[in-house]
């Protein structure tokens, strides 16, 4: 009995096989036999298969986590004293001018340095520079440095951290609103530098940097004096502090025009500072 049940069963796969294999033939014959090729067969339950892409649009859209890794930025190191110079090569020196900026002065100053196509950096008072972010945008957009210099040039030494932070964080914001970034540079009002002021400035992602040749113009001792002096220190890497605000600077605007050209005709480059130095 169950020999038999066996050879039926082993009969209908041999029919069902034989009835699928005609059937194929029939489909291939007819679709040769005609003008017109014979209608797809329904697509099966599911979505519908996308087009493949071309190795372009493959291209064009990559995968995400693909690509170069992206490093993250460096930290800024902490540092024990502030840049005094600056390396570099061949006759290379620094203008700086601090406590502005002063819309009585330092259109002037930025005149002059337009006019040599030179570039210089700008330590600039958060106070001051809210009231003419103009002027922080001009700086900017002419190639000049923008620092910090505090909000209000209070002597660090004597300022708890809290305070030093404050004023350093808020002259930052006014920068970065009217330049687009945060500065890179800090310079400690008085030259007064202390741990916190190395801390916080680093903390904030800039770094310190100081003078080479004080012109003290201002005490105001006249055009010449500060022109003299200028040129006595002229030396590769040296940076030189000026004013463009924190009091009367019309000696500093004209001794400006009188040294700047005599300078470069000495062969000195005039320029800023570059993080790459530090």
């Not at 958060?126 to 923008?146: I, P, Q, T, W």
Request: hydrophobic content about 40%.
């Amino acid at each position: 009995m169950e020999k038999d049940q066996l050879l039926s069963r082993r009969r209908m796969l041999v029919t069902g096989v034989a009835v699928l294999g005609a059937a194929g033939t029939a489909g291939v014959l007819a679709a040769g036999a005609g003008d017109a090729p014979a209608p797809p067969a329904p697509p099966a339950a599911g979505p519908r298969a996308q087009p493949a892409l071309k190795p372009s649009a493959y291209r064009l859209q990559p995968l995400t986590g693909y690509g170069p890794p992206q490093a993250a930025p460096a930290a800024t190191l902490v540092r024990h004293e502030p840049f005094l110079r600056m390396p570099g090569r061949g006759r290379t020196m620094l203008l700086t001018f601090d406590d502005g900026p002063d819309p009585r002065y330092t259109p002037h100053i930025l005149d002059t340095l337009a006019e040599y196509d030179v570039r210089a950096s700008f330590f600039v008072c958060g106070e001051m520079a809210s009231y003419n972010k103009d002027l922080l945008a001009r700086m900017a957009d002419e190639g000049h440095v923008v620092g910090n210099h505090t909000w209000s040039h209070p002597l660090l030494t004597r300022l708890r951290r809290g305070r030093i932070r404050t004023e350093m964080e808020r002259t930052s914001d006014v920068i970065e609103d009217a330049c687009g970034e945060r500065p890179v540079w800090f310079r400690a009002p008085y030259g007064a530098w202390n741990r916190a002021a190395f801390q916080l400035g680093a903390g904030l992602g800039m770094e310190p940097l100081a003078w080479t040749v004080d012109t003290l113009d201002w005490t105001r001792p006249g055009a010449r004096t500060i022109v003299g002096r200028v040129e006595k220190g002229a030396a590769p890497g040296v940076v030189v502090l000026s004013h463009d605000a924190g009091g009367d600077r019309s000696q500093s605007v004209r001794a400006l025009r009188d040294y700047l050209p005599r300078l470069i005709d000495s062969g000195y480059h005039l320029t800023v500072p570059r993080r790459h130095y530090a």
